[in-house]
């Protein structure tokens, strides 16, 4: 049996004891008990790593009371045995009732307009609005996320909000269309009205007690929604009531901005009848265009399946088929000047070189459809849903190079002037993408798509195969995890990737690329590399104040032994092995990187050292010399007797000179 896994002292989660009516698509569902407060039964939600959840979102939730969604009572990151590493768990009030549907695919009884109205529409709207009062939209309002908040069943209730990114769960006839056009990882972050619509679609699956278009595949029901707009396609050959018919023609409503409110729904619910607007679809085109074998008679179906066949699509926007259809058979002025404002005129478009070909199908798919995602070489994302999308398939090129090609794009900014009104936060982003070209085109570590994931995604952990099990998602926590695996026996290698250097600058504000662009230097597998590594961990832990890392410490020395062996003074490096040593008993790195970053010592070693070698080679000089000398013993000897002979007779015959002068004056 495994440990109940304690959640900051007031939850405990049971691996023993699973509760799969719970689960979701990317959390298993665990029985939860309260240890002190009075809660009724919890289920935790213990959820894939590789999955972001809504972690900014977390406590804007946590006061929300309402019977009309489940109660969020904790949160955090904990050891999870049976996955052998630290996961996120996320600890809820266990609806009393039970799931509504298992699945999308359920049939279930229908229930009545009187029910739906007074056990669901009045308490999801309650709840909607207090979520859009905090500035949260819910974005996982489906059939399968639905519950009884009672055994007798006669309130529903939605379920969970934060286990995921926002969409990614629902199917694409819950989303609007503007929605249910984007990768399902990369819908983004939404809104309330969203949230209205999906209302709609449950309100649609609780009357007629199924999926309304379980037949049809994704990329049909979008094609019927743009056909036929999104209430006569959802309710085809559905009895409905005229008083409901008018709550599902104002949140089906295709348009954004004539989707019913929350304050028009409560009006609805008090009794005032509204009169929705007819649903206003797309012009159409005098005569279709035919994109993959099938005809497209407007603007927003031209543009989905221009996106949809991006590798053939070249040709049609390139061609005079396609000009001719915009000016003639379209009759749309604004479309007209959307498409001469991002792509030009088409001798333009037709100079333009062969490369740019698929930045000339993203820019006509935004040009026709600007409220749509933007589409770019079969990837279709709104921009805040780009971060989730790498986040969750980071793993896989071809979902890497999709980002890399979308971001190198540059297409933000340009799908921005074509909206006619944005929200406040994607300014931000568009900032953001403005730089990205730049991190993502370095090859360094510290940059590149690694340096990409972490700067969009603010919240999600450390993807490093260091320490990737150990969910770190705060810079503070960096040094502390590393400690932890340099005590392990899965110690290998060096204390530092291409992870945890972008994961480092992208995360603290102390550190800047000054200290991870010497990670990229020439020598990637000497000590200089080593060193570099050691100064970034080394600002990171002074500047969290994390605390002493002995283990981490000990295993940057026996990295930097070739270092220290390398000096050529016994004495200074038997100092200098002493010094380490006691430095690295503190744990602290930056004393390890005063001591191996101290080129002043290695200079005055390597000084020493050759002035060694020129006394050296002047003392061998010397002895050379000498041996051939001795070598030479007999002729030595001989020129040493000449020259003493030569001397000898000398001094003789100059004393017997003087003696005959001395004499003679005599």
Not at 105 to 120: L, N, Q, T, Y
Not at 516 to 543: E, F, K, N, W, Y
């Amino acid at each position: 049996m495994a440990e109940r896994v304690v959640i900051k002292e007031r939850v405990e989660v049971d691996p023993d004891q699973p509760l799969p009516d719970f689960d979701l698509p990317y959390a298993k569902a665990y029985r939860a008990v309260a240890r002190r407060e009075e809660h009724g039964d919890l289920v935790g939600y213990v959820c894939d790593a590789r999955v972001p959840f809504r972690h900014e979102e977390v406590e804007p939730v946590r006061g929300l009371t309402s019977s009309a969604m489940m109660k969020f009572v904790e949160w955090g990151v904990a050891a999870w045995a049976p996955a052998r590493r630290r996961l996120p768990i996320l600890v809820y009030e266990r609806p009393p009732g039970g799931r509504v549907a298992k699945s999308i695919a359920d049939v279930i009884d229908p229930i009545s307009e009187e029910r739906i109205v007074r056990g669901f529409i009045t308490p999801a709207i309650g709840i909607l609005r207090d979520l859009s009062t905090r500035g949260i939209p819910h974005r996982a309002v489906r059939p399968d996320n639905l519950y009884y908040a009672d055994t007798g069943h006669k309130q529903v209730m939605l379920g969970e909000c934060l286990t995921s990114p926002p969409g990614l769960n629902n199917p694409s006839f819950c989303e609007t269309l503007e929605q249910a056009m984007a990768e399902p990882s990369a819908r983004g972050r939404g809104g309330i009205a969203d949230d209205l619509y999906s209302l709609g679609v449950c309100i649609v699956y609780l009357l007629i007690g199924r999926n309304p278009v379980h037949e049809l595949g994704s990329a049909e029901i979008i094609e019927r929604k743009i056909a036929q707009g999104s209430y006569a396609t959802l309710t085809a050959g559905a009895r409905i009531q005229m008083n409901m018919m008018e709550l599902l023609r104002g949140l089906l409503s295709d348009d954004a901005r004539e989707r019913w409110s929350v304050r028009e729904v409560e009006l609805w619910i008090g009794g005032r009848r509204l009169t929705p607007k007819q649903a206003k679809l797309p012009a159409k085109a005098a005569r279709p265009m035919l994109i993959g074998g099938r005809e497209h008679e407007n603007v927003r179906s031209v543009a989905e399946a221009l996106g949809r066949n991006w590798l053939v699509s070249g040709e049609i926007v390139r061609g005079q088929d396609f000009d001719n259809w915009l000016r003639r058979s379209l009759n749309d002025e604004k479309v007209l000047e959307n498409v001469t404002k991002v792509l030009g005129n088409h001798a333009s478009i037709q100079n333009a070189a062969e490369a740019e070909t698929p930045r000339l199908i993203t820019r006509a798919c935004m040009a026709l459809d600007p409220g749509a995602p933007i589409r770019h070489k079969g990837f279709a994302a709104h921009v805040d849903g780009v971060g989730a999308a790498l986040a969750l398939d980071f793993e896989r090129d071809e979902v890497r190079q999709k980002v890399a090609d979308f971001i190198n794009g540059r297409f933000v900014g340009l799908w921005m002037s074509l909206q006619a009104r944005t929200r406040s936060d994607l300014n931000e982003l568009y900032a953001l993408f403005d730089k990205l070209p730049l991190i993502l085109n370095q090859t360094g570590p510290g940059f590149g798509i690694e340096r990409v994931l972490y700067q969009l995604n603010d919240h999600i952990h450390c993807r490093s195969p260091l320490i990737e099990h150990l969910y770190v998602t705060r810079v503070e926590e960096l040094v502390p995890a590393l400690e932890r695996v340099a005590g392990s026996k899965e110690r290998s290698g060096r204390p530092m990737d291409r992870h945890i250097a972008a994961f480092a600058v992208a995360r603290s504000p102390d550190v800047d690329e000054r200290f991870v662009r010497p990670l990229g230097g020439s020598d990637s597998s000497g000590t200089d590399h080593i060193l570099a590594a050691l100064t970034l961990l080394a600002r990171v832990q002074a500047m969290t104040k994390s605390g002493p890392a002995p283990n981490l410490a000990a295993w940057f020395v026996d990295l930097m032994k070739s270092a220290v062996n390398g000096f050529h003074n016994l004495k200074q490096r038997k100092a200098m092995e002493q010094s380490i040593s006691r430095a690295a008993e503190t744990g602290l790195l930056m004393e390890l990187q005063n001591i191996y970053g101290d080129t002043k010592a290695a200079q005055r070693d390597q000084q020493g050292y050759t002035r060694a070698q020129q006394e050296h080679q002047h003392c061998g000089a010397q002895i050379q010399q000498l041996s051939i000398e001795l070598q030479n013993r007999d002729h030595m000897a001989t020129e040493l007797g000449e020259q003493v002979a030569a001397v000898t007779s000398g001094v003789v015959a100059s004393l017997g000179s003087t003696a005959i002068i001395i004499m003679f004056m005599l």
